[in-house]
């Protein structure tokens, strides 16, 4: 139980285009999910949190026009790196929160995007 | 805000040995979550810890966090091969939010 899949594992592209991720929990509803980001050898960083019917809550330093953040049902998160740059390339992440309760995130298998 | 340092930063053992990672924050922790991640995959949910003095255990590891919930320590017995990877611990809020420890790179020799 308690998995989360993200879409795609991997995806190149070329600067000036937007790159739309997918984040599903498969066997559970999570209202919150949250978008983190990981450079390589360092650790994640917290994008945004990310709330089912509502908008999602930015960390500081984090451009929400740039990174367009989509929680439309209980299942689906959906992150869009919108004109893409080089420097956007980075290993994105996804967890999810259950519903149900506890406190506990399940983490997604991540996406490598790379920005030509 | 929240900061998780992580002890040791790499660490190499022989197959067989035991090993602590350490993770210490600079607050008062709402819960301490150890994960567990390989080079350019997702995390693996290894624990969660929230009350003071509080020790879990999940086959060869186990986890502690101190009375004050601001250190807590991953122990591994009898390494494996399969135990390498990057350990993280994170720090979590009420609200959901976790602050990531920097990680450290575990490597089991056979």
């Known amino acids: 139980g308690a998995v989360v899949s993200q879409h795609p594992s991997w995806v190149i592209c070329k600067s000036g285009t937007s790159v739309k991720i997918e984040c599903r929990s498969l066997d559970f509803q999570a209202t919150t999910m949250f978008w983190y980001r990981q450079f390589p050898k360092q650790s994640l960083m917290l994008m945004a949190t990310?709330?089912?019917?509502?908008?999602?809550?930015?960390e500081q330093g984090v451009e929400k026009d740039k990174f367009l953040i989509n929680h439309a049902s209980l299942t689906l998160s959906t992150l869009t790196v919108t004109s893409a740059h080089p420097e956007d390339s980075s290993f994105y992440i996804c967890?999810?929160?259950?519903?149900?309760?506890?406190?506990?995130?399940?983490f997604g298998p991540g996406t490598r995007l790379t920005v030509l | 805000s929240q900061e998780l340092e992580q002890s040791p930063q790499s660490l190499i053992v022989q197959e067989g040995k035991n090993l602590t990672i350490n993770c210490t924050s600079s607050k008062t922790l709402y819960g301490l979550y150890w994960y567990k991640q390989k080079y350019g995959e997702g995390l693996i949910f290894l624990m969660m810890l929230q009350k003071g003095g509080e020790e879990k255990s999940h086959e060869k590891i186990t986890a502690k966090l101190d009375e004050k919930k601001q250190q807590s320590s991953l122990h591994i017995t009898a390494s494996q091969p399969s135990h390498a990877g990057i350990y993280l611990c994170?720090?979590?809020?009420?609200?959901?939010?976790?602050?990531f420890g920097q990680g450290t790179i575990l490597t089991v020799h056979p």
């Open positions: 967890s999810a929160e259950p519903s149900s309760g506890g406190d506990t995130q399940y």
């Open positions: 990310s709330n089912e019917g509502s908008k999602a809550t930015y």
């Open positions: 994170a720090g979590g809020t009420s609200y959901g939010k976790l602050t």
